[in-house]
C-alpha cells in the first residue's frame, strides 16, 4: 500500500470539491489502486498556512472553521521561502495547486509550482496560467527531480484530454482542433436565442455557479484563449501565447439576432479553433461563428463544452462534458493523483 501525504494550495470551489471527492473515493483508492493518502496541509491567499502531518480530517476541512484549525505551523502568506517552511512543515509528497488563474503571466502560481517541484514534490493543478506560461519548463523540471506536473484539469475539467494524447495516443499527430471550451457564453447564447437579455443571461450562469461575478473574462473571451493556448502549447508542443490567438467575445450578439440565427439553423456558437500551418507554427481563433445543425457544436447546449481533434491517424475523435459541475472539474486532479501514484 502506497502513502501520499497530500497539501493544498487554494482552497476555493475545485479545492473543496476535491477534499471532499478524494474522501468518498477513500475506500475505492484503496482497494482498486493500493493508495493511501493524508491531507497535512491548507493553504490560501487570506488562511494562510496550515500544516499537520497527522493529518485533517475532511470534515474538519469542510466544515470546520480553517481560521482555527489546530496546526503546528501557520504562517502569513509571504514569500516562497514561507511556502518551503510550510511544504517542509506538511511533508507533503503531492502539492494540489488550484489558486486563481493569471492570464497574462501565469504567475505566481508558476513560481509555487516551481518551488515545490524543486522540493521534490509531485504538482497537481487545474491552473491554466502555469500551463500557457511555463509548461515546457515545469515539466522538465519536475522530470529531473523525479516527480510529476499533472494538469488535467486545467481544460475541460474532468475530462481526459491531456492524458488521453500522453497515454493513448501515444503516435498520432494533432493537425487541428476544434470545439467550445466556455461554459458561461455558451449558456449565455442559449439563454438569449431564448429571449433572454445579456444582463439576465449572465445572472442565470452567476446563479449556476458558473460565471464569474465579474464575467468580462468569459463574455470577452479570454477563458476560452487561455485553454485554446493550453491546448495548443502541450498536444501541439507550439507555445502559443493568448496575445496571439485571435479573439472576439459574444458582446456584439443580441437575443434577436440569435434567436434569428437559430431559427434559420444556423446558431452562433463561440467557436475555438486551432490548426497546424504547412511551416509547423500553428494558426488560433475565439470567435462567433454560425454553425450549421448537423455539426455537433450545434447540438452543444448550456454550460456543455465540446472538442474534436484532427489527427494524422484519426479524424474526428471527439469528446464532450454534458453540464459539468464542481466534482466533474475535481475528477481532473483526482485522476491526476492516481496517474502519478501508479508510476512511482
Ligand atoms: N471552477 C472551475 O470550474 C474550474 C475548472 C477548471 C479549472 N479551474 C481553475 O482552478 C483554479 C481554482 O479555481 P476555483 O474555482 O477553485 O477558484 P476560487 O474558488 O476563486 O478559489 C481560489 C483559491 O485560491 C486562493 N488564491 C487565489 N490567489 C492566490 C494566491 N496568489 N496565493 C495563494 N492563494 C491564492 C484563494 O484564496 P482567497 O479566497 O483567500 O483569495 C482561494 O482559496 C483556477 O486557476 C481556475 O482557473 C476552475
Request: charged residues 20%; proline residues 5%.
Amino acid at each position: 500500500m502506497a502513502h501520499y501525504n497530500l497539501a493544498f494550495l487554494g482552497f476555493g470551489n475545485v479545492g473543496r470539491a476535491l477534499a471532499q471527492l478524494l474522501e468518498s473515493k477513500r475506500a475505492e483508492l484503496r482497494e482498486r489502486h493500493n493508495l493511501e493518502f493524508t491531507i497535512t496541509g491548507v493553504a490560501a491567499r487570506r488562511l494562510g498556512w496550515h500544516a499537520n502531518p497527522g493529518g485533517y480530517s475532511a470534515a474538519e476541512l469542510l466544515h470546520g472553521d480553517l481560521g482555527t484549525l489546530t496546526a503546528r505551523s501557520q504562517r502569513p502568506f509571504t514569500d516562497l521561502a514561507a511556502l518551503r517552511d510550510w511544504l517542509r512543515a506538511t511533508q507533503a509528497n503531492v502539492l494540489f495547486e488550484n489558486t486563481s488563474m493569471n492570464p497574462h503571466t501565469g504567475q505566481p502560481a508558476i513560481d509555487y509550482i516551481r518551488t515545490a517541484l524543486e522540493a521534490g514534490v509531485h504538482v497537481v493543478s487545474a491552473n491554466k496560467g502555469p500551463v500557457v506560461h511555463a509548461y515546457h519548463e515545469l515539466r522538465d523540471l519536475a522530470a529531473s527531480k523525479g516527480v510529476r506536473f499533472l494538469h488535467e484539469a486545467a481544460v475541460m475539467g474532468g475530462a481526459p484530454i491531456f492524458s488521453l494524447f500522453r497515454e493513448a495516443l501515444p503516435a498520432a499527430r494533432l493537425l487541428s482542433f476544434r470545439g467550445i471550451l466556455n461554459s458561461t457564453t455558451n449558456l449565455m447564447l442559449t439563454e438569449m436565442e431564448h429571449g433572454a437579455g445579456f444582463d439576465q443571461a449572465v445572472k442565470k450562469a452567476q446563479d449556476m455557479g458558473i460565471a464569474e461575478t465579474d464575467p468580462s473574462f468569459d463574455v470577452d473571451g479570454w477563458d476560452a484563449t487561455v485553454k485554446v493556448s493550453a491546448l495548443a502549447t502541450v498536444l501541439m508542443d507550439y507555445a502559443l501565447k493568448p496575445e496571439a490567438v485571435q479573439r472576439e467575445g459574444i458582446r456584439g450578439l443580441t437575443p434577436e439576432v440569435l434567436s434569428t440565427a437559430r431559427l434559420l439553423g444556423r446558431p452562433y456558437k463561440l467557436v475555438c479553433q486551432a490548426e497546424r500551418r504547412p511551416d509547423g507554427t500553428v494558426a488560433a481563433s475565439v470567435r462567433p461563428e454560425q454553425v450549421p445543425l448537423d455539426d455537433p457544436l450545434a447540438r452543444c447546449d448550456g454550460a456543455t463544452s465540446i472538442l474534436l481533434f484532427q489527427m494524422d491517424v484519426i479524424h474526428g475523435l471527439t469528446l464532450s462534458e454534458l453540464h459539468p459541475d464542481a466534482i466533474t472539474t475535481a475528477y481532473g486532479p483526482l485522476a491526476d493523483f492516481i496517474t502519478l501514484a501508479r508510476r512511482r
